[in-house]
């Protein structure tokens, strides 16, 4: 009987991010025979926990729901979860002795960028280590080219588009670098997104008289959520009579909201929060619009594509060859310029729409489940 490899796999929660609901996918479609896995959480919190495939050990350093605010009364516990983490980080060791038991792993596995350093730094040192980049690094302030380096300290990079290998080829001193970097597209399940897109809409009413455009996405800076709520207000104050709907939930939910309310668009604007199933709200818009400043390779996109909705998107990292150059969907200038004029063409010239209508439906997805599974199975088996 061959041994198990043994796997640590490392990322702060399992919250609604795209990255999250990528490696639940990935872990779901994984062969269970073949690998021992040990999933460690800073935080014990996400509605895609129960996704987890229960053969996967679920380890944390804290639990309960993420603290977004600074309510005086939930500052003493902000606090020690932070302090808690740091000195686990700063202390790796303590880590490996006292939550993960001196247990000796084959692979450590950062699911996230973010992960880098606590894996780099790991006191398990004969270990191979992988890194999932899901970010262009080079449009995050903090990421230098210095900083970006220091993911040549893994064995393998996995990067999820070509915009973002071409940063890490840019970056790599030698071959052996360069042979690092992996690109494989984001593991997503098609069939999932259309079955679940015939459910039901639940507290939200569409108006087959007024187009909605829908945008989904953990909320945060980076969605470009305040660009698409302007830009609604000034066409609304041009008298284009529309509506604009945000599913998804995150640290600057109050901020777009109070935002909302500060431009007088509540009428017309609503946000929904987190839906454990976007679907069919997508099924039932009339546009899907991407307003992020940055991605890696959003794979909202993918679900827009499989649904084959009209889309407008800001050119970000993997948004080209999602839309395959533009033919699949609307590629607009990332700004709040490019915003506002794609979405005045979707409102004054519908019909521009038809021509990307027609190619999607005869459209195969080159994104497959079964593929992206399989490329990063042979990672895991080639270290």
Not at 201 to 216: A, H, M
Not at 310 to 318: D, H, P
């Amino acid at each position: 009987m061959i041994e198990k490899k043994k796997i640590l796999i490392r990322i702060g929660s399992l919250r609604h991010g795209g990255a999250e609901k990528v490696l639940v996918t990935f872990l779901k479609n994984l062969p269970k025979d073949k690998y021992e896995i040990d999933l460690l959480l800073n935080l014990y919190s996400g509605k895609y926990l129960s996704e987890v495939p229960d053969w996967v050990n679920i380890i944390y350093l804290n639990r309960g729901e993420m603290i977004t605010t600074n309510r005086l009364q939930d500052i003493p516990e902000k606090a020690a979860r932070v302090i808690f983490q740091k000195v686990l980080k700063e202390f790796p060791d303590l880590l490996y002795t006292l939550i993960l038991k001196d247990k000796k792993y084959d692979i450590e596995f950062a699911a996230i960028h973010g992960m880098r350093d606590e894996i780099l730094h790991s006191a398990n040192h004969s270990s191979k280590k992988i890194v999932w980049i899901h970010n262009d690094l080079s449009q995050v302030k903090e990421y230098t080219d210095e900083e970006i380096r220091k993911f040549f300290g893994f064995d393998s990079i996995m990067v999820i588009s070509k915009k973002i290998e071409q940063l890490f080829h840019g970056l790599a001193r030698n071959e052996s670098e360069k042979q690092k970097i992996v690109k494989i597209y984001n593991p997503l399940d098609t069939e999932e997104i259309i079955t679940k897109a015939e459910k039901s809409v639940i507290n939200y009413e569409f108006d087959k008289n007024i187009p909605t455009f829908i945008s989904v996405g953990t909320v945060f800076p980076q969605k470009g959520f305040d660009r698409l709520l302007k830009v609604h207000k000034k066409l609304i104050d041009e008298g284009f009579r529309h509506k604009i709907l945000i599913i998804g939930d995150g640290y600057d939910f109050e901020n777009i909201k109070n935002l909302k309310t500060e431009l007088g668009v509540g009428e017309t604007a609503t946000m929904l929060g987190f839906t454990d199933n976007p679907y069919p709200y997508f099924k039932n818009s009339d546009f899907y619009i991407l307003s992020s400043r940055y991605e890696g390779f959003p794979t909202v996109l993918f679900e827009a594509i499989t649904l084959k909705k009209k889309i407008i998107a800001t050119e970000v990292s993997g948004v080209s060859e999602m839309l395959n150059n533009g033919e699949l969907g609307l590629m607009v200038d990332n700004s709040e310029e490019g915003i506002y004029l794609g979405m005045k063409k979707a409102l004054t010239e519908p019909e521009f729409f038809a021509g990307f209508t027609e190619k999607l439906e005869n459209y195969t997805m080159p994104f497959n489940l079964d593929h992206s599974v399989a490329r990063i199975v042979s990672v895991l088996d080639e270290l």
